[in-house]
C-alpha cells in the first residue's frame, strides 16, 4: 500500500495521560499535514511540514500538542495531559509542494479521552 | 476559523437525481478542492479547480468556481447509492509560496442517494 498510513486507527486513554500518533506519507511527499475532525464538522487546520520544517502551527491548537517530523519522513503527534475535549478524529496528509496539487489523506486515529 | 462554507448542510436525493452543492470562501485562493468522506473514513480527493479556471469536468463530476462572488459549486450527475457521502470544499489561500499548501475546509455536505 503506497497511500498515507496512520497507526493507531484507534486509541482510548484516560484523561490526564499522553498519546502519540504516527503518521507515513507518501514516500515522495514533501509536505505533511495534520488536521483534527469532530463528528459533523471539517477538518481543522492543526499543523504542517514541508520535509522536517514546521511551517505553521494553528493558533488554537495549545501548548500540550507538539508535532515532529525529524527526518522529513514520517511524523508524530503527541498530547499530553489528554482532555475529553481532545476526542476526535485526527487525520494525517501528505502532498507535493510544487505548483497546486492535491493532498492525500490517511484513514486517521480516532482519540477517545474517557 | 474555517475558511469555506457548504451549502445545503444536508441533501437527500434518489439515484439517478443531480446533485449540486455550493461553497463559498473568504480570502482569494490559490485553488479550489472537493473531496469526499465516506463515514468514520478519510478524505478522497476528487477535484482541483485553480484560479484561473470557471469550469472542470471529471467523469460524472463537474465543478465551477467564480471567484468574483468567492463561491464553488459541485454538481454530482446521475448520482448512485455509492456517492452517498460527505462532501467537502477545501481552499488554499492565495499569496505565498508558503500558503499553497496549507488546506482549509468548509464543514462539508453529507449527501444521502436513495435506491
Known sequence: ?114 | SQQGEEDPQALSIQEGENATMNCSYKTSINNLQWYRQNSGRGLVHLILIRSNEREKHSGRLRVTLDTSKKSSSLLITASRAADTASYFCASTRGGTTDSWGKLQFGAGTQVVVTP
Open chain 1, 1 to 114: 500500500d503506497t497511500g498515507v498510513s496512520q497507526d493507531p486507527r484507534h486509541k482510548i486513554t484516560k484523561r490526564g495521560q499522553n498519546v502519540t500518533f504516527r503518521c507515513d506519507p507518501i514516500s515522495e511527499h514533501n509536505r505533511l499535514y495534520w488536521y483534527r475532525q469532530t463528528l459533523g464538522q471539517g477538518p481543522e487546520f492543526l499543523t504542517y511540514f514541508q520535509n522536517e520544517a514546521q511551517l505553521e502551527k494553528s493558533r488554537l491548537l495549545s501548548d500540550r500538542f507538539s508535532a515532529e517530523r525529524p527526518k522529513g519522513s514520517f511524523s508524530t503527534l503527541e498530547i499530553q495531559r489528554t482532555e475529553q475535549g481532545d476526542s476526535a478524529m485526527y487525520l494525517c496528509a501528505s502532498s507535493l509542494v510544487k505548483g497546486a496539487t492535491e493532498a492525500f489523506f490517511g484513514q486517521g486515529t480516532r482519540l477517545t479521552v474517557v
